[in-house]
C-alpha cells in the first residue's frame, strides 16, 4: 500500500484550498507616511553607584528596552564593575565579583534586604554603601532602608549616605 504520496498530495491540495480561501485579496501599495527615522531609545535607564577618588557617585546606564532589571540584576552589575569607559573615566567598585548572586527581598514597606553570595561583614564600608544606593536607586522608596545579609552575618539596616 503506497499512502506516503496520496497523503501528501492530500495535504497540498488542502494548503491550497486554505490560502485560496483565506479573503485576501491583492491590492495596490497603500501610502502610510515616512518609515520611522532616528535611533531607538532605550526604555529605562540604569543608576550604578561606583566608587571614584574614594567617593561615591551615581553611574547612569542605559537599560534594556522593553523591560526594567530587576534589583538583583542591578546589583549584579554592579559587582561586575564599570565598563570599559567607565574605567577609563576612573571608576572603580569594592563590591567583589563573588559577591553575586544577589537576592533582594522587599519587606516591610521601605526596607529591603539584599543577600549576598559571601560574607556581608567582609565588605568595605564603601562597598555596603554601593550596595544600599544601588538598592535604593531601584526602588520607588524615597528614604529606602537596606539591610546587607550574607553567610549568617548582617549589616545595617542604613540608607544611601549621599
Not at 501599495?29 to 561615591?56: E, F, K, W
Not at 514597606?109 to 535604593?136: F, M, N, R, W, Y
Request: glycine residues 12%; charged residues 15%.
Amino acid at each position: 500500500m503506497r499512502t506516503g504520496p496520496a497523503r501528501r498530495v492530500l495535504a497540498a491540495g488542502l494548503v491550497a484550498l486554505a490560502v485560496a480561501g483565506c479573503g485576501v485579496r491583492p491590492s495596490d501599495v497603500i501610502p502610510a507616511g515616512d518609515p520611522p527615522s532616528g535611533g531607538v531609545a532605550p526604555t529605562t535607564a540604569i543608576t550604578l553607584y561606583l566608587v571614584r577618588n574614594g567617593r561615591l557617585l551615581a553611574v547612569t546606564r542605559p537599560g534594556p528596552g522593553g523591560r526594567p532589571l530587576l534589583e538583583a540584576d542591578t546589583l549584579a552589575l554592579l559587582a561586575a564593575g564599570p565598563t570599559a569607559r567607565e574605567r577609563a573615566r576612573g571608576f572603580t567598585t569594592d563590591v567583589p565579583s563573588e559577591a553575586g548572586p544577589f537576592s533582594v527581598t522587599a519587606e516591610p514597606v521601605g526596607h529591603v534586604t539584599v543577600t549576598l553570595s559571601t560574607p556581608a561583614g567582609e565588605l568595605s564600608p564603601l562597598a555596603v554603601d554601593q550596595i544600599v544606593c544601588t538598592a535604593g536607586a531601584t526602588s520607588p522608596e524615597k528614604l529606602l532602608q537596606v539591610t546587607v545579609v550574607g553567610a549568617g552575618q548582617s549589616v545595617g539596616p542604613r540608607t544611601c549616605p549621599e
